[in-house]
Each structure stands twice: as C-alpha cells, then as structure tokens.
C-alpha cells in the first residue's frame, strides 16, 4: 500500500481547501432554512449525482493495481467429501471487510451500486487494532490454515501469505479439476463458470503460480 498511500497524499496536497461547508454543516444550516424535506431531496438528487458518476468511472485494470504498487488475491472457497474425492464450493453470504488491521465492517452490505445506492442494507462498523487484527487472522486461518493467517500484518508476513495462499490455491483448484488428493483448508484459485452450457459446466483453466490470473 506504500506506492498507493504516496500518490493518495500527493493529489490531496495538490487540492485545493474545500469552499464549500461539509455533510453536517450543511445539514444544520439548511434545515431551519428550506425544510426536512428539501433537504432529504437534495440528499438524494446528490446521492443520484455521485451513482452516475461511479457508473461512468473507468473499470480499474490490473496495470492500474501495478503502478499502484497494489497486489490483489481472489479466491473462492471449496470442501471434500471426507468419504471421496467430490468437492463442491461453499457459499458464504455475509460481508466482511477489515482494512490494515484497524476498520473492520460486517453486515449485508455489498461493494457494488445496488446496496450503496438503492437497497436497504445495514451494517456493524468498529475501528480498534487489538479487535480487526484478531478478526482477521481467524478469518483467514479458517479459510487457508493457522499458518497463513498473515502473522502480525506487517508488510513481510503479508507478503509471505499472499505467494503461499497463491500456491495452496493453485494446488487446491488442480484437485477440484479432478487431480487426485485431498484438498488442503478451503481456498481455490476463482473461476466463475456462470454463463455455460450445462454440459460444459467446469472450472477454468487453473494457472500457474507466476501467471497474472493467479493475483488479480
């Protein structure tokens, strides 16, 4: 995140100081003035504003990730019929986002338009390190093993789980594919097979560990 941080505090620098009064501001000013409900029209007449704006924004490519110095890990998560070597996927439903060991959110929300902008969602939201840091290793050590938990989240321990969570993906969706073994924990390289025919229906071509698919 170190490249990313820097360009962030490079633009901010390069900004001018805001003119106009902020949220809360605004929202105390205006509503003795125009009223609750001409305020709540303007709420959604910029909320619309800022929907169409995210829609016409440019999708981010993985070159985009590159010159930010970030590294991105897409995973899906499978088990294994203790009996044989079926494996099926498993689906989690809830949302969970811990951000550096500190912001941690949970709840229905999803990072897309619809549940920003349109459906009702809610959510828990806590800034403490001690509680995010130890969300997030027993998040992880359940999905890929106490081992790769992330250790104590700095920059070596990250980037030493990020290439071994690649390999045991790796490994993983070649048993999914139908390479004999077990699978180890639940972490496989993602594919999404939505969208074929029901007699083609399998997982993608599983990458090497160096490919580009295998980090973005």
Not at 42 to 64: E, M, N, P, T, Y
Not at 178 to 186: H, K
């Amino acid at each position: 995140m170190a490249t990313y941080d820097a360009a962030v505090q490079k633009q901010r620098k390069l900004m001018p100081a805001p003119e106009a009064p902020g949220q809360l501001d605004f929202m105390q000013y205006a509503l003795p003035v125009i009223g609750p409900l001409n305020v709540l029209r303007a709420g959604r007449s910029a909320a619309h504003a800022d929907v169409i704006a995210s829609a016409a924004r440019k999708q981010v490519s993985k070159a985009d990730l590159d010159e930010m110095g970030l590294k991105v890990l897409i995973a899906k998560l499978y088990t294994q019929d203790p009996e044989s070597e079926k494996c099926r996927e498993i689906y989690i439903h809830s949302k969970l986002m811990i951000i550096d060991d500190v912001f941690v959110t949970l709840g229905s929300a999803n990072m897309n338009l619809r549940s920003m902008a349109v459906d009702s969602e809610i959510n828990i939201n806590c800034v403490h390190h001690n509680f995010a840091k130890d969300a997030r290793r027993r998040v992880w050590g359940n999905l890929a093993g106490e081992d790769l938990d992330g250790g104590d989240g700095s920059p070596l321990s990250i980037q030493d789980t990020h290439e071994k969570w690649i390999k045991k993906m790796v490994r993983n969706g070649a048993i999914v594919q139908g390479m004999r073994g077990r699978i180890n924990d639940f972490i496989v390289t993602y594919s999404d097979p939505r969208g074929t025919s029901p007699i083609n229906v399998r997982l993608a071509k599983v990458p090497a560990a160096g490919d580009n698919e295998a980090t973005a």
